[in-house]
Nanobody, 125 residues
């Protein structure tokens, strides 16, 4: 079992930045990976980015590449999502997710067994 605790959400104006954190505890395998998803009101949950724990390879949805950056600290088992140049349309609840078995379907929510509680990000103009 893996437990995920998120932090770092909040309110910011357009063009601002936020950094989300997701601390993991529990059993983490060599194939472990952590990702971020977001869900805006009335919309489906969408993939943002993911990172493999071993090697640190990162994967992004094309629309957010360049503005968002995922990273990890293996010493503290924490993943981060740095979000820059934020837009109103980035407003959503952001969830971290994790799984112990790497999958090529990393952009699909069903591949992740563990989820954080979600953190609200609000971007205003």
């Amino acid at each position: 079992q893996v437990q995920l605790v998120e932090s770092g959400g909040g309110s910011v104006q357009t063009g601002g930045s936020l950094r989300l954190s997701c601390a993991a505890s529990g059993r983490i395998s060599s194939s472990y990976y952590m990702g971020w998803f977001r869900q805006a009101p009335g919309k489906e949950r969408e993939f943002v980015a993911t990172i493999r724990w071993t090697g640190g390879n990162t994967y992004y949805v094309d629309s957010m590449k360049g503005r968002f950056s995922i990273s990890r600290d293996t010493a503290t088992n924490t993943a981060y999502l740095q979000m820059n140049s934020l837009k109103v349309e980035d407003t959503a609840i952001y969830y971290c997710a994790a799984d112990n078995l790497w999958s090529a379907w990393y952009s699909r929510a069903f591949n992740y067994d563990y989820w954080g509680q979600g953190t609200q990000v609000t971007v205003s103009s």
